[in-house]
């Protein structure tokens, strides 16, 4: 397993942004495609975004498009995630997550399992 650790949640009105950090240590990056997901109260976990290993594909759900960027600092081992534009329906428990067998694609991701996963950092948009 990865050990994952995401940081960067917090408190911000509606329209302000946010940068969710997802750091992993003693393990390279590098060989994973990553995925961030979120969970808010009383809904199942949904997958927000997600980048491939060599960087070159990403995804996002409908409903995040054109105000999330998911990106990688391959020097700093770290897969961040950019939100703008933050609407009160963000707000969730965010966790990034890995695993060998997942795979990012521009429509979606893939994986036999899912093993590795954040504590999660907690995002309240406030309206």
């Known amino acids: 397993q990865v050990q994952l650790v995401e940081s960067g949640g917090g408190l911000v009105q509606s329209g302000g942004s946010l940068r969710l950090s997802c750091t992993a240590s003693?393990?390279?990056?590098?060989?994973?495609?990553i995925g961030w997901f979120r969970q808010a109260p009383g809904k199942q976990r949904e997958g927000v975004s997600c980048?491939?290993?060599?960087?070159?594909?990403?995804y996002y759900v409908d409903s995040v498009k054109g105000r999330f960027t998911i990106f990688r600092d391959n020097g700093q081992n770290t897969v961040y995630l950019q939100m703008d534009s933050l609407k009160p329906e963000d707000t969730a428990i965010y966790y990034c997550?890995?695993?060998?067998?997942?795979?990012?694609?521009?429509?979606?991701?893939?994986?036999?399992?899912?093993?590795?996963w954040g504590q999660g950092t907690q995002v309240t948009v406030s309206s």
């Open positions: 997550a890995t695993d060998i067998t997942f795979l990012c694609g521009s429509k979606g991701y893939t994986a036999t399992r899912l093993d590795s």
């Open positions: 003693g393990t390279s990056l590098d060989y994973y495609s």
């Open positions: 980048i491939s290993i060599s960087n070159s594909t990403t």
